[in-house]
């Protein structure tokens, strides 16, 4: 089990505040969206046993998902999609995510863990945590919804690409899908700005 060191709740002025855990997915990939979530747990009901998504299988990403939505106390989601990511560049548009994914929080939150380096543009204070779904159970659940959701999104996109095997790749850039992106081209969905050469 990963060691979570990171408090799901913080005091502030001698008032306990709600944590929330944000985290994105698909920001090294060629095709698609970067989706962010935010997530409040309920510090009663905490989803001991959870992990960062990419170390989870999709049959126990989409289980822990399904715990997260009806366990957490609040969540939101958020995407930015290719052609936002072309003209304002993928960190930006991840700071984007993040941040719509926040304000779709319902309810007030006194301080926020956000996995990586990144911090944003919110009055709320703020956390920046290396490798925080590894630290956080929040931010664990934040990768695990957000995962979900653009792993789903991927696969109803392999529907109208085919060719891309969207299903097996996620938009990734695996040796297959540039093989195809060589032969083929670019679709409506690929980041202009990821093309190399």
């Known amino acids: 089990m990963p060691d979570y060191t990171i408090e799901e709740f913080v005091q502030h002025s001698s008032v306990v505040c709600h944590v929330c855990g944000v985290d994105e997915v698909g920001r090294g ?26 170390c989870l299988t999709p049959l126990k990403r989409k289980t822990w998902s399904q715990w997260i939505y009806q366990h957490a106390l609040a969540t939101g989601l958020a995407w930015v999609w290719n052609d936002i990511i ?22 007030d939150v006194g301080h926020l863990l956000i996995d990586g380096p ?29 995962k979900v959701l653009r792993d789903e999104l991927m696969e109803q996109m392999a529907l109208y690409f085919p060719e891309y095997q969207l299903q097996n790749n996620r938009g990734y850039p695996t040796q297959k899908h540039l093989s195809m992106v060589s032969y083929l081209g670019l679709s409506t969905y690929h980041r202009m700005s990821f093309r190399k050469g």
């Open 86 to 107: 072309d003209t304002v560049n993928i960190l930006q548009a991840t700071r984007l995510a993040m941040t719509e994914a926040i304000n779709r929080i319902s309810i």
């Open 29 to 54: 990939a060629l095709f698609g969206p970067v989706v962010a979530a935010a997530v409040v747990l309920d510090p009663e009901k905490l989803p001991w046993g959870i992990k960062d998504s990419k």
């Open 118 to 146: 990144i911090k944003l543009d919110l009055a709320t204070p703020q956390t920046s945590v290396i490798k925080g779904d590894q630290k956080s159970l929040s931010i664990a659940s934040a990768s695990v919804i957000a």
